[in-house]
């Protein structure tokens, strides 16, 4: 590792300074379990680690029945899975951020980071896009905010640009009679990284006969997580049992699985498990809507 | 070249502090400045869990933890698990049931095992395989491990 200083803000504005007068030569300090690992690997070298998590805004985690849920974007995951109104009214969020790496991991890092990191492997940012999540952004030029599923541009890129910062992420509250679900497929049981995941929102009508709207995501299988636009859409409408439906998303996310083959696996695994994923999404996210 | 940066910290309850560059984990301050090379280097890349110490309760990866992150924190390490009155139970139960061979791994299960049963005191065989995935161990396969964790967990229940 290369020697570089550290500096620890307390505030936005000051990070903010250190961040542009870095000129891009800043790593950017949450749980530090993807960076710390980049730069003993010499993938990165920074002159200043910039540590975020003395910075109230980032750290912050609360609800509020008007504005949702609100995750500071240093969070460590196992604060947002142990949030008792995470595991009640976002579960989601508790299938993914309990399976990103280890406990040791979870303790650290955090889902702004699984987030900015970018890997089209990432666990978080399915369950984030069909939560309907936006990422808060605040930069030289003023704040701005982006829907989850328009955050990722590439493998390690997404549309923060030079002098942003990712300072939250915000998820309006659960409409009545929904429910979302979060898998992904590993040959073990624990601790690796997805050959492909999938999460799926719906929410029901009232008698909890048919999907009204659905959102689908799936990860692992594109050069970024992917909102399965045409997924959802086939779903609208539909009977929670209806078989040529539930074909159709799994169809539509096969579509627009664009992997590639790696050590984890092949283009046609990939391809078949977005429409196993998908399925099984759908059919957790229908049951925790029933439960609701 | 950066400079170095004073640390002050609380390490198995008392006070310690430590100057280190940015640049070292808490890992290599604790085993090559302070002496405490009970904490062992596996991976150094998060995936084995035998440089395990616990942050404020909470199990960690050192090896994924700057020194100037320990600043103000509560670090215990496996220097601290005994006291002088004898080994703690996961200790005792770890040899009792020799659920170690060579031993790098230990100190990180030690570490793993007693913030899981501070948090969970009871918990069940598929939650300790569960919480400890993130400690490797080559020579023993585990069974040993999950029994000596779930013997201290009854013991300390008593």
Redesign the interface.
């Known amino acids: ?6 500096a ?1 803000p307390q505030s936005v504005d000051e990070a903010l300074s250190l961040l542009s007068a870095g000129n891009g030569n800043v790593g950017v ?1 949450a749980g ?2 993807d960076l ?2 980049q ?3 010499n993938k990165r070298q920074i002159g200043l ?1 910039l ?1 975020l ?1 003395k910075i109230p805004e980032t750290t912050a985690l609360s609800f509020d029945e008007g504005s949702g849920l609100h995750i500071g974007a240093a969070t460590a995951c ?1 604060d947002i899975y142990n949030f008792d109104v995470v595991s009640s009214r976002y579960p989601a969020l508790v299938d993914c951020t309990s399976l990103i ?5 979870q ?2 890092g955090s889902l702004g980071g699984n987030i900015c990191n970018a890997s089209p492997a990432a666990d978080g940012p399915p369950a984030v896009i069909v939560l309907g999540g936006v990422c808060n952004i605040i930069g030289p030029n003023g704040a701005r905010s982006v829907a989850a599923e328009d955050f990722f541009t590439g493998p390690g890129q997404s549309v923060l640009e030079a002098g942003e910062l990712l300072i939250s992420v915000e998820f309006p509250t659960p409409a009545a009679n929904s429910g979302a679900f979060f898998l992904r497929f590993i040959p073990r ?3 690796d990284i997805a050959v492909a995941n999938a999460a799926v929102s719906v929410v029901l009508s009232d008698d909890k006969s048919t999907i009204e709207s659905a959102r689908v995501a799936i990860g692992a299988v594109a050069p970024t997580p992917l909102l399965v636009a045409d997924a959802g859409a086939a779903l609208a409408g539909k009977a929670v049992d209806d078989e040529d439906a539930i074909e159709a998303a799994c169809a539509a996310s096969r579509a627009a699985a664009k992997p590639i083959t790696d050590m984890r696996g092949t283009i046609e695994q990939r391809v078949h498990l977005a429409g196993v994923l998908t399925r099984r999404a759908i059919e957790g996210a229908v049951q925790r809507a029933k439960e609701s | ?3 170095k ?1 004073h640390v002050t910290t609380t390490i198995n309850g008392e006070s310690v502090e430590f100057l280190c ?3 070292q ?1 808490i890992l290599e301050v604790l085993r090559d400045q302070l002496d405490l090379t009970g904490t062992k280097e596996g991976c ?4 084995c ?1 035998a440089c ?1 110490i616990q ?1 404020n309760g ?4 050192s ?4 020194a ?2 320990a600043e103000g924190q509560d670090l215990q390490t496996i220097e601290g698990v005994a006291d002088p009155e004898g080994l703690h139970p996961l200790q005792q139960k770890f040899l009792e049931h020799a659920a170690l061979q060579c031993g790098i791994c230990t100190p990180g299960f030690i570490m ?1 095992a007693k ?2 049963l501070e948090k969970e005191p009871n918990p069940s065989e598929e939650r300790i395989r ?2 400890l ?3 490797l161990c080559r020579c023993t396969g585990y069974d040993k491990i999950v029994r000596a964790v779930q013997d201290a967990a009854s013991v300390m229940a008593k």
């Open positions: 590792m290369n020697a570089f200083d550290y620890a300090l530090g379990t710390i690992a730069l003993k690997e680690l540590d998590k196992s790496g280890s406990v040791q991991i303790n650290r049981n624990e601790m | 070249m950066a400079g940066v560059e940015p640049r984990t150094s890349n998060g995936n869990g395990s942050v909470d199990v960690i990866d090896c994924l933890m700057m100037v992150e793993a913030a899981l569960l919480y995935a993130g400690n």
